[in-house]
């Protein structure tokens, strides 16, 4: 408990810190964001809308700290101003009809990823020298090695363009009418075939090799040599014995790589116009919509911590030695 | 950022090198591995051609020499962009702001994580909290919209892109070193230096740092080849600095001038494929220093290796 309440202090922290890093940016930076902006958007926008949007991002007369007491107020309450870009949606409005997109494209890569990545893991540190193990680490490196961004334009390229297999925009055909049809999942699953791809291509050699170092030191154990005295299938003492005990650093992963669901799908979502919340993130940075940027990052920072202290729970239930200490 | 987060030089955490390791057997273990020469050998054609690119291409390489979108051929051995200009030519050229901002990055965050890990080893209790504290929050915000958010707000420029990068790059190696240094920190040397009234700068530089010097060059590996990475990734959103020819200025130009739809492979693949050798190749030259530091993962079987799969 002490460890789970350790956690959480530090999670609200790095939120705090997260709120404070988006007030202060548009008030320290050099140059005027703010005023760029309403020149580009003032003759659509009514006189408090555009009070209210200087007072969000500090072009304000009151002193600083009543406007930190104004912002975080608002923060809390939900209130994260009106986006310009597709002005007068709210910006809370925009980013939940989004985040369900990148959930979905960045779920489904993380879990591929984990378990396929894991599973390689443990056979090449169970067979070391074999198959698995001296071909497959260095290809997944080289693979690694691409940015992820140029993997989804070669996919998109080679699948989408020269072999025309997969759709390459989007995240179904326009027109379509969205609803539990099996049209519709059909064609939201063929639209995330390649972004899927590219991510799971990209991450999976971390997965691999992090399990596979960890399986290396667990099988010099003294028990998985008391398993095989015993006589054990060797699958048995594998999976129960060895993979079990070696997990743990890869469940840490599963938190950091949930992050990664949020935020690192940013650039695959841009190559493939999916509309997560980073294609969303660049639309805003581009159409200089900063209560939409604003409200973008701090969506993502909540996501990514909520899903880590989630991550810390598991941990407590994995690991016994956490729950004595 | 691989797999940004599964690339971050965080990822290293799980070295656990030797501690006291004679230099001469480092060297000797480094020059005589095959991945480590491979590497070297790589970096270094790459280093020559961006010291070389003013005298192998003369002049601007984002003129525009030819007609648009050639196939490669013996006068354009890489064919031509959409505007018409050579791809050779850019690409050789973006090697230069790609390394440089690549090694910039990579030292300056490995030197910010020094400093702060040792600072964190040595002086323990509250400023070790502080320290940790601050890095872990670094290291939990997710870096590729922080990278955005800040980029967006800074005045466009190299030196923003250096700057942002440095920003969200520091903390992962921070936190490796700190954990290293914990450990020499609790060495009975250290202690006797302590206790002989050396200076804590001393002691921190001269005592502890070189019984780290290879995680510290793993540490800068991961760095160099995140502030490569990140930096196309930046350049290839808009982000970057667009005045410069760069790998990621060039595939954000291949993007823009939809050189994926009408079918130009040649202007996207040299670019996406110089950073992906640069990457490989201090990749290999960072497990290299992993096998010779911790013997556990060299490539030798172990006597009951060998048995389980004869059993098998």
Known sequence: MRFILRRLGFYLIAFWASITLNFLLPRFMPGDPVSRMFARSQDRMQPEQIEALRKLLGVDDRPLWEQYIGYMTNIF??????????FPTPVTEVISSQIGWTLLLGGTALVIAAVVGNLLGVLAAWRRGGAIDSALPPLLVFIGSFPYFWLAMGALYLFGVVLNWFPIRHAFTAGLEPGFTWEFIGDVGAHLVLPALTIVLVSIGGWMLGMRNTMIATN????????????????????????????????????????????????TEVVFAYPGVGYQLLNAVQGLDYPLMQGLFLTITAAVLLANFLVDILYVRLDPRVRSN | MTTAILQQPGKTADKTPAVRKPNRSFVHGLLTNKKALTGMAVMLVFIALALLAPVLFPGDPTRI????????????????????QDVLALTVHGSRSSLFVGLTVGFASTFVGILVGLASAYFGKFIDEALSLVTNVFLLLPGLPLLV???????????????????????????????????????????????????????????????????????????????????????????????????????????????????????????????????????????????????????IKTPKDTERSASK
């Open chain 1, 220 to 267: 010099s154990e003294d028990y998985i040599t008391m398993a095989e005295a015993k006589g054990l299938r060797p699958g048995r003492i594998m999976l129960r014995y060895a993979a079990r005990n070696a997990m743990l650093p890869s469940v840490t992963s599963f938190g950091m790589g949930l992050g990664f669901v949020v935020g690192g799908a940013l650039l």
């Open chain 1, 77 to 86: 309450t939900g209130q994260m101003g009106v986006s310009i870009s597709r």
């Open chain 2, 65 to 84: 020499t030819a007609m648009a979108s050639l196939e490669p051929s013996a006068e354009h051995w890489l064919g031509t962009t959409a505007k018409g």
């Open chain 2, 149 to 299: 958010i800040l980029a967006a707000f800074l005045p466009p420029g190299l030196g923003t892109v250096i700057l942002v990068l440095v920003v969200t790059g520091w903390a992962g190696s921070a936190r490796v070193l700190r954990s290293q240094a914990l450990s020499i920190r609790s060495k009975d040397f250290v202690a006797a230096a302590v206790v002989s009234g050396e200076r804590a700068g001393r002691i921190m530089f001269r005592e502890i740092l070189p019984n780290m010097a290879s995680i510290v060059m793993g540490t800068l590996l991961a760095c160099v080849i995140y502030g490569i990475g990140a930096q196309a990734g930046l350049e290839f959103l808009g982000l970057g600095d667009a005045s410069t020819v760069s790998w990621g200025n060039n595939l954000f130009w291949a993007g823009n001038e939809g050189a994926l739809l009408t079918g130009s492979w040649w202007v996207f693949v040299p670019s996406g494929v110089c950073i992906a050798l640069v990457a490989f190749a201090l990749a290999l030259i960072n497990y290299a220093v992993d096998e010779v530091t911790n013997p556990r993962l060299r490539k």
